[in-house]
């Protein structure tokens, strides 16, 4: 596709990221989104497969609402993963120790990103977006309680590598009680990344985990929540595509 966004790099300190910005002419609200190098063109995405977030707007008429993405460095699973973690190396078949360094990413979106965004365009509110561990930092994120964020989309969100750590977390945090909440998983999803004491149940504990955050946001007072579930859904942007459609819909109108 031809690039219809713009590119900036904004830095804080020594922490700089690349950053995606599709503004349409009306736009009034936007969408943060992680893994900003996924979203519009399949030709840069990771795996070669987008989100195609243009095609989400222009299927829904959208035309008030911006998708700003920050590219995911390879540093990710430190900045997205807000607890320590172990994961499989899928290259040298070990465990490896990652997460515990989201409070950087977080500070930096707070005070770099979103103020950038707000001098410049003037949006009203926001909203977030994230699969996989860019779901968790979504999560994350929405504890913050940002006054100017309504809506946050948690895809494929694994609290299955940090339990305890999120279980904590769950009876400490206070999220926003008006925000809008959607919860996505795929019944078939596997990543390959997890330790292979898990590996066999991974699928299930995906499931499984979206009931969990679900039921958590509902004991905090939120009510405003959509869960879906598609059962033959794998760990992929194919998949996250109609979700993401229906999120940038609801969001469309708050």
């Not at 736009?27 to 095609?55: C, P």
């Not at 860019?134 to 989309?153: D, E, I, R, V």
């Not at 997890?194 to 509902?218: N, Q």
Request: with cysteine.
């Amino acid at each position: 596709m031809k690039r219809k966004y713009e590119i900036a790099v904004l830095s804080r300190g020594g922490f700089a990221r690349t950053v995606r910005i599709y503004v349409p002419k009306h736009a009034d609200r936007a969408v943060i989104m992680h893994d900003g190098q996924n979203l519009f063109e399949d030709e840069i995405a990771t795996y070669k497969k987008s989100w195609r977030a243009l095609d989400a707007l222009k299927a829904e008429n959208i035309k008030n609402t911006a998708i700003i993405g920050i590219d995911s460095e390879g540093t990710r699973e430190y900045d997205y993963l807000p607890f320590p973690c172990e994961l499989t190396d899928k290259e040298k078949y070990r465990i490896r120790l990652v997460g515990g360094r989201a409070d950087e990413y977080m500070a930096y979106l707070t005070e770099i990103v979103i103020p950038y965004l707000d001098k410049r365009f003037n949006f009203k509110f926001y909203g977030m977006l994230g699969s996989s561990a860019g779901g968790l930092a979504t999560l994350y994120f929405a504890a913050n309680k940002h006054p100017k964020f309504k809506a946050y989309g948690i895809f494929s969100a694994p609290l299955f590598v940090a339990p305890a750590a999120f279980e904590k977390f769950f009876k400490e945090t206070e999220f926003d009680k008006d925000a809008y909440y959607k919860i996505y998983t795929g019944g078939s999803e596997h990543t390959g990344d997890i330790t292979p004491e898990l590996a066999e149940e991974e699928a299930g504990l995906f499931v499984k985990d979206s009931y969990k955050l679900m039921d958590e946001l509902r004991g905090h007072g939120i009510n405003d929540i959509d869960l879906s579930i598609n059962n033959p859904g794998w760990h992929d942007e194919l998949c996250w595509r109609e979700p993401e459609r229906e999120f940038f819909k609801k969001f469309s109108k708050l």
